[in-house]
């Protein structure tokens, strides 16, 4: 079936860094979803990307839907202490009823 | 104020008993979820239901059993059945089925002794 990776699976910056993750597959996505989880809570909903090639923000976000269509970048800018938390990728393929999530990449900032 | 609610937020049950997590939702969406999270695994789909009164086995749905009788309403049930339950629940909903966004619960952590 469809699988994601994500990448790196963890990392460590220092607060005002500017962090890059990305999520890959072997497989063609039309939809992907960027979320955040903060610790025992349920993951909320960051960006929502549809088109192959579209680059969307929200605040000091910014993700990529990649032209390949099969992969899907998630950018920080100026990280600060609240941006700790894992960030999960989702993906819709062309025959998929359901999303697709991957692992996950678990984000500390330093102070 | 519209949202998803899940309760417990904690439940503890012995080995063997069934027990049934709550999955509510003021949004007015068609489509509900049940996911599964494991430490360090992504989100694993147990079951989903586009419309009330029909739903569709996961990826993982052995062991499980869900109804939908009502538009805000999707319970879970975990049997006695499934090997390995212990673990941390999260409904979702959608406005409908297939490639709209998922917005997702609190959570439930079921602990089995």
């Known amino acids: 079936g469809q699988q994601l990776n994500q990448s790196p699976q963890s990392m460590f910056i220092q607060e005002g860094e500017d962090v890059s993750m990305n999520c890959t597959s072997s497989s063609i996505f039309n939809t992907w979803l960027w979320y955040k989880q903060d610790p025992g809570e349920g993951p909320v909903l960051l960006i929502a990307?549809?088109?192959?090639?579209e680059l969307t923000s929200n605040g000091r976000l910014t993700a990529q839907f990649g032209i390949t269509r099969k992969d899907s970048f998630l950018n920080i800018s100026a990280s600060i202490p609240s941006d700790v938390g894992i960030y999960f990728c989702?993906?819709?393929?062309?025959?998929?009823?359901?999303?697709?999530f991957g692992p996950g990449t678990r984000l500390s900032v330093l102070p | 104020d519209g949202g998803i609610t899940q309760s417990p937020k904690y439940l503890f049950r012995k080995e063997g008993q069934n027990v049934t997590l709550s999955c509510e939702q003021n949004?007015?969406?068609?489509?509900m979820y049940w996911y599964r999270q494991d430490p360090g695994q992504g989100l694993r789909l147990i079951y989903y239901?586009?419309?009330?009164?029909?739903?569709q086995k996961g990826d993982i749905a052995e062991g499980y059993s869900v109804s939908r009788e009502k538009k805000e309403s999707f319970p879970l049930t975990v049997t006695s059945a499934q090997k390995n339950p212990t673990a941390f629940y999260l409904c979702?909903?959608?406005?409908?089925?297939?490639?709209?966004?998922?917005?997702f619960g609190p959570g439930t952590r079921l602990t089995v002794l």
């Open positions: 949004l007015n969406h068609d489509a």
């Open positions: 239901s586009q419309i009330v009164n029909d739903f």
């Open positions: 989702a993906g819709l393929g062309n025959y998929g009823q359901n999303f697709v």
């Open positions: 979702a909903s959608s406005i409908g089925p297939g490639g709209n966004e998922q917005f």
């Open positions: 990307l549809y088109k192959a090639g």
